[in-house]
C-alpha cells in the first residue's frame, strides 16, 4: 500500500502538460507492501486489517523498527512479536524489494542495478564508493520529461512516477547488497506490553553515508513521493540518514523549490549546466520555462542554504558549447550578483550512443575551473566514475518503455506459460 496519488502536475515536454499519475498495482495474493509507509501508514493499515488502536500503535513502532533499522523482510524472524503475532502479519503483509534484473560493477568499483516494479517497469539506481563516504545515486521516475539534450536519460519517454515504496526500496536493496544491516538478536517482549527495551544488535561502520536524488527523473515532479520516501529514509528510528547527507538535484523546477527546502530541507543541487540564454534552452529545454535569472534568484531564497550549507550548481562540461573562458566568467557573475553560497561541480561529459557532444578538453577543464576558483567560488572537477557500465553522470536510461494493458497481458500469460 502507498499514499493515495499525489495531485497531478503540468510537465513540460514534447507535450505540455503531460499528467502523471501513479496507481500501486495490487498484489495478486492480495496482501499489503509495507516497504516505503511511515510509521503512522503502518499504524494505519494495521487498523484496517484488525487491530485496535492500542496494538495498532504498538506493532507499527515494531515492525518500523524491523522494517528500517534491522532491514529484515520475514516477519517469522522479527523475534519480539509473538509467534500467532507474526503468522498473522504474514498473511496481511509483504516488505517488497525491487526485483534485480541486472547487477554490474565497475572497474573502478562503482555498481549499476537495473531494477523492475511489480507493473513490469524498469529503472535504475547506481552506488558510488569512495574513502571516505559511499553515495547512492536513486531514481524518481521511470524516464524523464526533461529532454535535457546531453542525458541519455533525457532520451527516454517518461513512464511514470516512482512510489515512495520504490524510491525506499532502492536504499533497502543497497543495504542488503553491502551488507549493512545491524548484526544481533531483538531482545524479547511480553506480547501484551508495550516494551521500550533497546536492541542487542550492533552496526558496523557504513559503507553507505550519502543520498543523492540525481538518478532517472526530475524529483520535483514527482514531489509528494520524495518527501514522503526521504522522511522515512531520515526518520531516527530506522535508517537514520541525516539531511545533510541527503542531496536533492533539480533541473529548475521553481514552483517546487520553496517547498522542497520547507518540506524536506534536503540539500539542492541545481542542474544549471549553461550561463546564456540560447544554450541553456539547448541542453535544459526546461530553461524556457523557468530562465537563469529567475531560477538564481528562487535558489537565494531556497531555506536553509548558508555559508556552511551551499547550494551545489552542476556543469556538464561539453567541447565548444558551454565551456570558454567567457562562460566561466559569466558564472561567476551570476552566482556572486545573487549572492548565493555556492560550490560548483564540473562533470566531464560523458558520451552515449547517439550523441553528438563530445567532452571539453582536460585543459579547457581546468582552465574553467581556474577562473571560478579565482572569482571566489569553489569548482572541483568531479572525477567520472562507472562510465564503462553507462552508470555515470547523464549516462542512466533504462529499456523501459510505456507498454499497452494489451502487451503487459501477453507478456504475463507467456510468462505464466513458460512456468506452467
Known amino acids: 500500500m502507498q499514499t493515495s496519488a499525489s495531485p497531478l502536475m503540468p510537465i513540460p515536454g514534447a507535450i505540455d502538460p503531460v499528467p502523471v499519475p501513479r496507481a500501486v498495482t495490487p498484489r495478486e495474493d492480495g496482501r499489503v507492501d509495507l516497504m516505503g509507509l511511515s510509521r503512522a501508514q503502518i499504524k494505519s493499515v494495521f487498523e484496517e486489517a484488525g487491530l485496535d488502536a492500542k496494538a495498532a500503535k504498538l506493532r507499527s513502532k515494531q515492525i518500523f523498527h524491523w522494517l528500517y533499522h534491522r532491514g529484515e523482510t520475514d ?4 523475534t519480539d512479536l509473538a509467534k500467532p503475532m507474526r503468522g498473522w502479519m504474514a498473511e496481511r503483509f509483504v516488505v517488497g524489494r525491487p526485483q534485480v534484473v541486472e547487477a554490474q560493477v565497475s572497474s573502478d568499483g562503482t555498481r549499476k542495478w537495473l531494477l523492475r516494479s511489480d507493473d513490469g517497469q524498469d529503472y535504475e539506481m547506481v ?17 524523464c520529461t526533461l529532454n535535457c539534450s546531453f542525458c541519455h536519460t533525457g532520451t527516454m519517454r517518461l513512464v511514470r512516477n516512482l512510489t515512495p515504496g520504490e524510491i525506499v526500496g532502492q536504499v533497502m536493496l543497497a543495504r542488503d547488497a553491502l551488507g549493512e544491516w545491524p548484526k544481533g538478536s531483538m531482545a524479547s517482549a511480553n506480547d501484551d506490553e508495550e516494551s521500550d527495551e533497546a536492541s542487542h544488535s550492533t552496526s558496523d561502520g557504513r559503507m553507505l553515508t550519502n543520498i543523492v536524488m540525481m538518478g532517472m527523473g526530475e524529483p520535483l515532479y514527482n514531489f509528494d513521493h520524495v518527501r514522503d520516501a526521504l522522511k522515512v529514509v531520515m526518520d531516527g528510528d530506522g535508517l537514520a540518514l541525516s539531511k545533510r547527507r541527503i542531496t536533492l538535484s533539480t533541473s529548475g523546477v521553481i514552483p517546487m523549490m520553496a517547498r522542497a527546502g520547507e518540506e524536506i530541507g534536503v540539500n539542492l543541487a541545481v542542474s544549471l549546466h549553461g550561463v546564456t540564454k540560447d544554450v541553456r534552452d539547448e541542453l535544459v529545454p ?23 550549507r551551499r547550494i551545489t ?7 565548444d558549447k558551454n565551456d570558454s573562458d567567457a562562460d ?3 558564472l561567476v557573475r551570476l552566482l556572486r550578483h545573487y549572492k548565493l553560497p555556492a560550490k560548483v561541480n564540473l562533470i566531464p561529459f560523458n558520451p552515449w550512443p547517439g550523441t553528438d557532444y563530445e567532452c571539453s578538453t582536460p585543459e579547457r577543464i581546468r582552465r574553467f575551473s581556474d577562473i571560478v576558483f579565482e572569482g571566489g567560488i569553489s569548482a572541483p572537477v568531479r572525477t567520472p566514475r562507472g562510465r564503462d557500465i553507462m552508470a555515470a ?8 518503455e510505456k507498454k499497452s494493458k494489451a502487451e503487459m497481458r501477453r507478456l504475463a500469460e507467456e510468462k505464466q506459460a513458460a512456468l506452467g
Open 286 to 308: 526546461l530553461n524556457r520555462k523557468f530562465g537563469i535569472e529567475a531560477l538564481l534568484a528562487a535558489c537565494a531564497a531556497y531555506p536553509g542554504a548558508n555559508n556552511a
Open 127 to 143: 552506488f558510488i564508493p569512495d574513502a571516505d563516504r559511499g553515495t547512492l545515486c536513486v531514481s524518481s521516475q521511470v524516464g
Open 328 to 330: 566561466a566568467r559569466e
Open 75 to 78: 516477519f517469522d524472524a522479527m
Open 313 to 319: 550548481f552542476e556543469y556538464v562540461m561539453i567541447k
Open 393 to 400: 553522470c547523464g549516462q542512466l536510461k533504462s529499456a523501459s
